[in-house]
Every structure is written in structure tokens, then in C-alpha cells.
């Protein structure tokens, strides 16, 4: 599977601009240029600058960019200063890193509960309970299916 700056490697050499003229829109080297696409994870804004610049749409490569594409723009069409978009920019990285953390929460409590009930482990199965309560999870613990005791 190719990586990130692989995949933007391809574009920009498809794009017919020359990697020179790309490093000239971008305002750098074309060797920084080089070095970028060996980077196997190239951030979000690096490759929007580099959509720009080849006019080219990498939510297509990279669907998770098609939200930031979209908060981006809208910022800077009501002129918002750049400290804000920076700020938004890491809240939208911040948010990600949480949905893929909650994500996995919910699969490990999902494989606790199911370890529990396929191996009748009661006293897995009453500490998950009771740390679900003890956490105010209770609208979790309906949704994963936890039997109290």
C-alpha cells in the first residue's frame, strides 16, 4: 500500500506541472519538494497546499480531508486570522485522534463483555458493570448489552 506522500508523488507527476513550477507555487525547494514525498505521513495541510497549487481534489485519495477542506475554506472566506485556522486545524487532528481512541474503547469493552459471557466469568462480567456505572456509562452499557449481575 502506498503512502501518503507516495500518493501525492503520483498526482503532482500526473498533474503535468512541473515538479519545479509545483515547488515555485508552494514556496519551496524543489529537493524539499523530493523530500516531502518520501514522507510516509504527510500532513493534512501539506496536501491541500499541494491540491491548490496542481488543482487537483486529494479528498479523492483521502476522504478524511474533504471536512477539513471544507472548515478551511470557510474560514477563509470570512477572512478569519490565521491563529484561529491553525487552532482549528489541531482541533480537527484532536478530534480524529479521540474518535479513533473512542472507537477502540468500544471494541475493547465490547471483547471484555463478550470474553464474560462466553466463558462465564461473573466477576469480569460484574467489574465491567460496575465500572461502567462508576463511570456514567450507563448508556453504553445498554448499547453493549452488560447483564448485571
Known amino acids: 500500500m502506498k503512502h501518503k506522500g507516495e500518493i501525492v508523488d503520483i498526482a ?18 524543489r529537493g524539499t519538494l523530493y523530500k516531502r514525498f518520501t514522507e510516509r505521513d504527510l500532513s493534512d495541510e501539506f496536501i491541500l ?20 477542506k471544507r472548515v478551511m475554506e470557510s474560514l477563509k472566506k470570512r477572512k ?13 487532528k484532536l478530534e480524529k485522534k479521540y474518535k479513533k481512541l473512542l472507537d477502540a ?3 475493547l469493552v465490547t471483547f471484555l463483555i463478550k470474553i464474560g459471557e462466553e466463558n462465564n ?28 449481575s
Open 12 to 29: 503532482v507527476r500526473r498533474s503535468g506541472y512541473s515538479l519545479t513550477k509545483v515547488a515555485q507555487r508552494l514556496r519551496i525547494s
Open 105 to 107: 474503547y468500544h471494541k
Open 49 to 68: 497546499q499541494v491540491g491548490k497549487a496542481i488543482n487537483y481534489d486529494f479528498s479523492i485519495d483521502f476522504p478524511e480531508l474533504e471536512d477539513d
Open 121 to 148: 466469568l461473573q466477576e469480569l462480567k460484574d467489574e465491567l458493570a460496575e465500572f461502567l456505572k462508576d463511570e456514567d456509562f450507563e448508556n453504553e452499557k445498554e448499547e453493549l448489552n452488560v447483564k448485571g
Open 80 to 92: 478569519v486570522n490565521s491563529e484561529v485556522i491553525i487552532s482549528t486545524r489541531s482541533l480537527i
